[in-house]
């Protein structure tokens, strides 16, 4: 059965249980059942003054404390209270329904009282016990992403190592006068190396993180030749703090895939690093193509480099990148980088 219906069931149920409990009480009280008209009016009226409560306590106020909300209804109860018996009394008169009398009006209160606690307290039980359960289920999804990313670490450290292994067995197979070549295959295990590390921590000095990206823009001069040239920016005191590791490359390759590489002039990659008191600044300008009118949140998610990048910023700090126009031509790519590296919990 639907999670829905199944509620709104239990509390017509509750409503009709406490309903021959309420005739019950005045059945022994006054020796006479109410009419059925009296009775649907009589829990119609407590249920419609009911919902608006349910909106305030469960959605308006469901981040409040539960001691909190404690309080807040023993303001809502005697309001409760005093509205229903007003409106109550006024359609049984007005209907010309029987309805307790004199003293015996204090019957009303009482129950009333009572059915409002019981009430709310069900739904109190009922909506912790659900969050509970919620809790307990994703305490269990996060227990089983835990153990498969365990894993895959382990998986990563296996396959990188092999590769290590590769490169060392090629390296040696080329001749001693391929001077180029050896130093590529060296740069190519540095980058994997790099990753296996990256894949390990979450901050890495800047000055690793930019000589990851040297070696990856050194190999890519290797296939561009002298359509791609590149220089880095960055101050001394800069190169010691931390950043997320691999967070400037897949917007550097980004650059050099949908920017550089579909002109036949090639083009020029600058990347700036600087600090305040606040935040490393870091900008990746290119000669490339540029925006070409395109939106800018289009081209967000064009390069799969600028739109994982900017999608990890936001999660870790709450802000992601900015593309502006690089002059003459070009894009420029800037994000901040928090020098206290707290995170987004």
Same mark, same amino acid.
């Given at each position: 059965?639907?999670?829905?219906?199944?509620?709104?069931?239990?509390?017509?149920?509750?409503?009709?249980?406490?309903?021959?409990?309420?005739?019950?009480?005045?059945?022994?009280d006054t020796g006479r059942w109410l009419n059925p008209m009296g009775m649907i009016i009589n829990f119609v009226l407590k249920g419609i003054l009911t919902l608006?409560?349910?909106?305030?306590?469960?959605?308006?106020?469901?981040?409040?404390?539960?001691?909190?909300?404690?309080?807040?209804?023993?303001?809502?109860?005697?309001?409760?209270?005093?509205?229903?018996?007003?409106?109550?009394?006024?359609?049984?008169?007005?209907?010309?329904?029987?309805?307790?009398?004199?003293?015996?009006?204090?019957?009303?209160?009482?129950?009333?009282?009572?059915?409002?606690?019981?009430? +709310? &307290?069900?739904?109190?039980? *009922?909506?912790?016990?659900?969050?509970?359960?919620?809790? $307990? #289920? %994703?305490?269990?999804?996060?227990?089983?992403?835990?153990?498969?990313?365990?894993?895959?670490?382990?998986?990563?450290?296996?396959?990188?190592?092999?590769?290590?292994?590769?490169?060392?067995?090629?390296?040696?197979?080329?001749?001693?006068?391929?001077?180029?070549?050896?130093?590529?295959?060296?740069?190519?295990?540095?980058?994997?190396?790099?990753?296996?590390?990256?894949?390990?921590?979450?901050?890495?000095?800047?000055?690793?993180?930019?000589?990851?990206?040297?070696?990856?823009?050194?190999?890519?001069?290797?296939? +561009? &030749?002298?359509?791609?040239? *590149?220089?880095?920016?960055?101050?001394?005191?800069?190169? $010691? #703090? %931390?950043?997320?590791?691999?967070?400037?490359?897949?917007?550097?390759?980004?650059?050099?895939?949908?920017?550089?590489?579909?002109?036949?002039?090639?083009?020029?990659?600058?990347?700036?690093?600087?600090?305040?008191?606040?935040?490393?600044?870091?900008?990746?300008?290119?000669?490339?193509?540029?925006?070409?009118?395109?939106?800018?949140?289009?081209?967000?998610?064009?390069?799969?480099?600028?739109?994982?990048?900017?999608?990890?910023?936001?999660?870790?700090?709450?802000?992601?990148?900015?593309?502006?126009?690089?002059?003459?031509?070009?894009?420029?790519?800037?994000?901040?980088?928090p020098l206290n590296n707290t995170e987004i919990e």
């Amino acid at each position: 059965m639907n999670i829905v219906k199944k509620e709104i069931l239990l509390i017509v149920l509750f409503y009709a249980l406490m309903g021959v409990f309420y005739q019950a009480v005045l059945n022994i009280d006054t020796g006479r059942w109410l009419n059925p008209m009296g009775m649907i009016i009589n829990f119609v009226l407590k249920g419609i003054l009911t919902l608006p409560l349910i909106w305030l306590f469960f959605k308006k106020l469901a981040s409040l404390s539960i001691w909190k909300k404690g309080g807040l209804h023993l303001i809502t109860m005697p309001l409760f209270t005093l509205i229903w018996i007003y409106g109550y009394y006024l359609l049984c008169d007005y209907f010309s329904l029987y309805r307790l009398q004199g003293q015996r009006v204090i019957w009303d209160v009482y129950l009333t009282i009572l059915f409002y606690a019981i009430q +709310f &307290g069900i739904f109190h039980v *009922y909506v912790y016990s659900k969050e509970l359960r919620q809790q $307990e #289920l %994703l305490a269990a999804e996060l227990k089983q992403l835990n153990a498969e990313s365990e894993l895959s670490a382990l998986k990563a450290q296996l396959n990188p190592h092999f590769l290590y292994n590769v490169f060392n067995t090629i390296n040696s197979a080329i001749p001693t006068t391929a001077k180029n070549a050896r130093n590529m295959v060296n740069e190519l295990s540095d980058l994997f190396r790099y990753q296996l590390r990256a894949s390990r921590e979450k901050r890495i000095p800047l000055e690793e993180e930019l000589e990851f990206v040297r070696k990856y823009l050194d190999l890519e001069k290797e296939r +561009f &030749g002298k359509r791609l040239t *590149y220089e880095i920016v960055a101050d001394g005191a800069s190169k $010691e #703090l %931390l950043i997320p590791p691999i967070i400037i490359q897949p917007i550097v390759e980004n650059s050099v895939k949908h920017g550089i590489s579909p002109q036949i002039e090639g083009g020029h990659i600058t990347i700036k690093v600087t600090h305040n008191d606040d935040a490393l600044e870091i900008s990746l300008c290119d000669t490339g193509k540029g925006i070409n009118g395109e939106a800018k949140d289009k081209l967000l998610n064009k390069g799969v480099g600028l739109s994982n990048t900017n999608e990890r910023l936001i999660k870790m700090y709450g802000t992601g990148i900015e593309l502006t126009e690089n002059k003459p031509k070009g894009l420029c790519v800037s994000f901040s980088v928090p020098l206290n590296n707290t995170e987004i919990e």
